[in-house]
């Protein structure tokens, strides 16, 4: 079980509710950063993933090591929250 | 995974868009144990539109992502279940089909292939190595980035004329490349006037993308041809619309015929080369690539799914059935 997760969206995002879908199925919580309402933390997404794309899921493990998930890619997410 | 445990179904969807959602209210209503396989977005490429303003009984148009999620919502109130996953391998084993997934074997009595298609590569340097920090596919996932930036988009169908309209509203400009002329519908093209006129996008017909171009990770500008010349046009990112291949991948070396482009082959019952696996939707060879008729198809197919499972779907010839008692909904 992560520590905790943060989700970057954007509202139009549908691969953004994907994972929000699959985390909830999971038995998840989260804290989203919608980058339409918060524009400013652009910058921070693109920093934590190297990419210009959402969404972005950091799943910060028990051990406080972090993990990056560009998009939604199952094969990287599920095992990363698991 | 010992063949005892092999979950067995009556149906099995491969994709959850609007072909199979549809599809999936059909067959759960009749009491058909549905399940649907979705490796990407449930409500697929209609999810990740912005606006869809032509499918009927939506005055206003609906966004997108609304409609995927009421396709989704109705398929699973009548019991359709949806898992999260990919099938990579289909084989033909008589009264049941083998179905090759991510979470192991499944068996089905009929499948639905309605797994749609993706976007086109167009395949100049740049695009990969640019994908995803410049270069990009889908403008209501990527388009946010663009806030008071510069784009180039390129291609000339609906999609891209779309796509280019809902990125005005983050973009400052884009220049729209059109390697012939605009093959949109009227009433697309009279929406992007009125954006030209605004000068929020300029529109460069006969123009051929050659290369897409950066420098210290950022794309900075696309270099193309128009008339023999040299253009280039400076940017911060590029979108690409230039169609869509089908997501057949899957099917290769299987016993199910694909036309010359790798769309799905059917009868008129809609299905395919394999006897019991069905095909509808943008998956479909002769499809019309929209969400009424994808909707329409995945209706259609359920119902002919019924009669095949009932056993009413009896082979008349080596390649033609016959529906023996066709029977009102
Ligand atoms: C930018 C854009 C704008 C559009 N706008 C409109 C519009 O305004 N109006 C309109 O009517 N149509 C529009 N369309 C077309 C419309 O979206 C499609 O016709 C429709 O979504 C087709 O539905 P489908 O169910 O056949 O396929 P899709 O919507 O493509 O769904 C297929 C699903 O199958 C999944 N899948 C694929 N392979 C596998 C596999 N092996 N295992 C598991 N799952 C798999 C995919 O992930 C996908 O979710 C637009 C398309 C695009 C690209």
């Not at chain 1, 905790?4 to 909830?24: P, Q």
């Not at chain 1, 524009?39 to 090591?65: C, F, H, I, Y």
Request: aromatic share 6%; charged share 25%.
């Amino acid at each position: 079980m992560p520590k905790n997760i943060t989700i970057f969206t954007t509202n139009t995002c549908a691969y953004c509710a994907m994972v929000k879908k699959y985390l909830s199925a999971k038995g998840h919580t989260w804290e989203e950063v919608n980058l339409d309402q918060n524009p400013e933390r652009q910058a921070e997404a693109l920093q934590l993933s190297g990419a210009l794309t959402v969404p972005v899921t950091v799943v910060t493990k028990q051990d406080d090591s972090r993990e990056v998930i560009v998009g939604y890619n199952l094969a990287k997410l599920a095992p990363a929250v698991a | 995974m010992s063949e005892a445990e092999v979950q067995k179904h009556d149906v099995i969807m491969i994709g959850a868009g609007p072909a199979a959602l549809a599809a999936a209210v059909y067959t759960t209503r009749e009491d058909i144990d549905t399940l649907l396989f979705e490796r990407g977005v449930v409500g697929g490429l209609a999810a990740i539109t912005d606006m869809v303003d032509n499918y009927p009984g939506f005055a206003e148009g609906i966004e997108g992502l609304t409609l995927a999620q009421n396709l989704q919502n109705q398929a699973e109130r009548f019991g359709a279940v949806i898992e999260l996953g990919e099938v990579t391998k289909i084989s033909d084993e008589g009264d049941y089909k083998r179905l090759e997934t991510t979470s192991g074997d499944m068996l089905a009595r009929a499948v639905l292939i309605a797994t749609g298609s993706d976007y086109k590569k167009i395949g100049v340097p740049g695009e990969k190595e640019y994908y995803a920090r410049g270069v990009h596919y889908c403008a209501t996932c990527d388009g946010a980035f663009y806030r008071d930036k510069k784009l180039v988009v390129i291609g000339g169908g609906n999609s891209a004329i779309q796509e280019s309209i809902f990125l005005t509203r983050f973009a400052s400009h884009i220049d729209l490349l059109v390697r012939s002329s605009i093959k949109a519908s009227d009433v697309l093209q009279k929406e992007l006037q009125k954006y030209v006129d605004d000068g929020k996008i300029t529109v460069h017909l006969n123009t051929a993308t050659d290369e897409i171009v950066g420098s210290d990770n950022v794309v900075t500008k696309v270099v193309g041809t128009k008339e023999g010349a040299k253009v280039e046009f400076e940017t911060d990112g590029v979108f690409i619309f230039v169609g869509l291949v089908p997501n057949t991948q899957f099917l290769a070396g299987s016993d199910i015929e694909l036309d010359e482009i790798g769309f799905i082959k059917t009868d008129k019952h809609l299905m395919t080369s394999m006897r019991g696996v069905f095909a509808a939707g943008d998956v479909r060879s002769g499809a019309t690539m929209q969400i009424a008729s994808a909707v329409g198809e995945g209706a259609t197919a359920a119902l002919i799914i019924r009669e095949y499972l009932e056993g009413k779907l009896v082979p008349t010839s080596e390649h033609a059935e016959e529906i023996i008692t066709p029977q009102p909904c």
